[in-house]
């Protein structure tokens, strides 16, 4: 009996957790970088903004392909035994991490353009405007992207909970379709090849 190994087919395609994983580690140092530009006014805070901004335009290029590999490879389904409410709630939360994912670096560039800050991405590399310089509109997007960057850290924080309870509580295959997928073993049975009676065996000697 010999058996072979196929990829788990509820897996997510690798181009997929590629970018995840990518995205997740350029979110996470967005998120670190800041609260280090809102905590601090020396000289560090303008070189954590110039990291800022090419790491927003990076996050909002890698959303956009994302977003194509998913149309063109759709994820799994959830598990069937999963509750419909969690399901849902599932559904939502991703869809919620796409749109901050692309709104944030768009109200961002806007809340520079509106206040008159250059959008440099290093070296000679700029960004045009989006808006006309505007100081009331500044202080509008600029609430606005702050009020972004919380519900954008809350929600990172329950998609890894649900990784968690999914991993450690539940033990179903969502955590491992993101991460390294199980293997299922296909038994191959041995076939069996009896010789077929259409003919009579022969009766006569062999000839030399």
Do not use: C
């Not at 601090?40 to 590999?69: M, Y």
């Not at 959830?78 to 919620?96: C, I, K």
């Not at 749109?99 to 000679?124: N, R």
């Amino acid at each position: 009996m010999n058996a072979k190994h196929a990829t788990y087919p509820g897996a997510f395609h690798p181009l997929a957790r590629l970018l995840h994983w990518l995205m997740a580690l350029l979110i996470l140092t967005m998120l670190f970088v800041g609260v280090g530009m809102v905590s601090t006014v020396s000289e560090k805070h303008q070189w954590l903004l110039a990291l800022h901004k090419p790491l927003g335009v990076t996050i909002f290029v890698l959303a956009l392909i994302r977003l194509a590999v998913r149309w063109r490879h759709p994820p799994p389904p959830l598990p069937a035994d999963m509750p419909l409410l969690m399901q849902w709630v599932a559904h939502a939360s991703h869809w919620v991490l796409y749109a901050l994912m692309l709104s944030l670096p768009l109200v961002g560039w806007a809340m520079l353009s509106a206040g008159g800050y250059p959008i440099s991405l290093g070296g000679s590399w700029h960004l045009p405007p989006l808006l006309s310089f505007d100081g009331e509109t500044y202080a509008w997007l600029r609430v606005t992207h702050r009020w972004l960057a919380y519900l954008l850290f809350v929600t990172v924080l329950g998609h890894m909970g649900a990784a968690l309870y999914h991993g450690l509580i539940r033990r179903d295959d969502v955590l491992p379709s993101m991460t390294f997928p199980r293997r299922e073993t296909v038994v191959v049975e041995p076939v069996i090849v009896t010789p077929t009676a259409s003919e009579p065996p022969s009766s006569e000697p062999p000839r030399v």
